[in-house]
């Protein structure tokens, strides 16, 4: 008898899955458009739009950026919806962001579909749109009442960090020398989690933390956003003994498109492809997707964005929330990917790297939708 998962992923592979087995050789001439067409193409951690210097940070998204979207090829994205770091006000904050999605929801119903169980991917990929997941990177704004945490996946959260780089009240951050891993309300938290069928998503958090996190969680887990520690030695990359770990439980790593990629400077694609391939390398194939921890529209490198970019750094540098490999000079972005068609573009790259379609699928977001699948349970 098949279960619920099951008749998901049966789903699915409809939608996605329609490239056929692993090849022994991948193609010279990259991934063809038919094949990414095909792709569930998933973004742990972005969001539409991107950076204009003439819009207001929280206006509509634009002509231009619901253009791009549609460009991206992305079936989903995970969007933030609240603000990080513990500061007041992070309820409200928080409810705000989700009010924001849902206005773009609703003013862009054909190119925009909430996504709140696992068929509704496939629903996303089939109509074309982008299915938004909402997710929460920290829980300040439970402001320790995890009751909280229903009435926010009620309204339509399905992914959670307990911690964002400091320590709160679930436990440490990245960012804390004591390492002290996550505190009695922070294994409540995700015993919450897991009855709500809730994603735990372990990005940004301490070594210990995300260890004790894959030892406390009865469901598959996340590192949506991340890099290879081994490969660049900063708090926010991932040590290959939690790769393995998560991968061992099931779990799926996202590589981000960040600065962490290498030890100075702005990363490039080479970079990209480096700790992709450590990834798989420690994880096996299943078990590693993509999180870019950007926007889906490109940047223009101009005065503008470098003014931004300094800003963006000092306020974080003020909030004490600035991690390593942060610097004024350096943009979030990797360079030969910075278009909306980036993932194309590295499917590509990877493809004329020897990589197998069966691989590339995986790798752009066939994982992550069989975890989603897993955990949701819907």
Not at 245 to 273: C, K, N, T, W
Request: glycine share 10%; hydrophobic share 40%.
């Amino acid at each position: 008898m098949l279960t619920r998962r099951d008749a998901i992923l049966i789903s699915l592979s409809g939608y996605f899955f329609r490239s056929g087995p692993t090849q022994a050789a991948a193609p010279a001439v990259g991934f063809s458009d038919k094949q990414y067409a095909n792709a569930v193409v998933i973004d742990a951690l972005g969001a539409p739009g991107g950076f204009d210097p003439n819009e207001a940070p929280d206006a509509p998204l634009s002509a231009k950026f619901l253009a791009d979207v549609r460009a991206s090829g992305v079936t989903a994205v995970n969007v933030t919806v609240n603000e990080v770091g513990n500061a007041p006000h992070r309820f409200e904050n928080t409810v705000a962001g989700i009010a924001s999605v849902e206005r773009e929801l609703t003013a862009h119903p054909d190119i925009f579909l909430k996504v709140l169980k696992a068929k509704d991917l496939a629903d996303a990929k089939s109509s074309r749109r982008m299915g938004l997941i909402f997710g929460f990177q920290d829980t300040s704004m439970l402001e320790g009442d995890l009751s909280r945490l229903a009435t926010f996946y009620d309204l339509g959260v399905r992914i959670s960090q307990p911690t964002y780089n400091r320590r709160n009240l679930m436990g440490d951050g990245c960012l804390e020398a004591a390492n002290g891993g996550l505190s009695r309300l922070g294994h409540e938290l995700i015993a919450e989690m897991n009855r709500l069928h809730m994603l735990l998503d372990l990005s940004h958090a301490g070594p210990r933390t995300i260890s004790e996190g894959i030892a406390a969680s009865k469901a598959p887990m996340a590192i949506t956003h991340t890099g290879c520690r081994a490969l660049v030695d900063v708090p926010r990359n991932t040590h290959d003994e939690s790769l393995k770990a998560l991968a061992d439980r099931g779990g799926v790593a996202g590589i981000y498109f960040m600065p962490f990629l290498r030890a100075s400077g702005q990363p490039h694609g080479e970079d990209l492809i480096r700790h992709l391939e450590h990834a798989v390398n420690v994880c096996g194939e299943d078990h590693v997707g993509l999180g870019t921890d950007g926007s889906i529209s490109g940047t223009e490198l101009n005065d503008a964005l470098a003014k931004m970019q300094r800003k963006f750094f000092e306020d974080r540098v003020k909030a004490g929330i600035a991690a390593p490999g942060e610097a004024a000079d350096v943009f979030n972005l990797v360079p030969e990917y910075n278009d909306p068609r980036r993932f194309k573009t590295l499917a590509d790259d990877l493809s004329r790297r020897g990589w197998t379609s069966g691989r590339i699928e995986k790798i752009l977001g066939k994982n992550f939708a069989r975890l989603f699948a897993d955990v949701w349970q819907a």
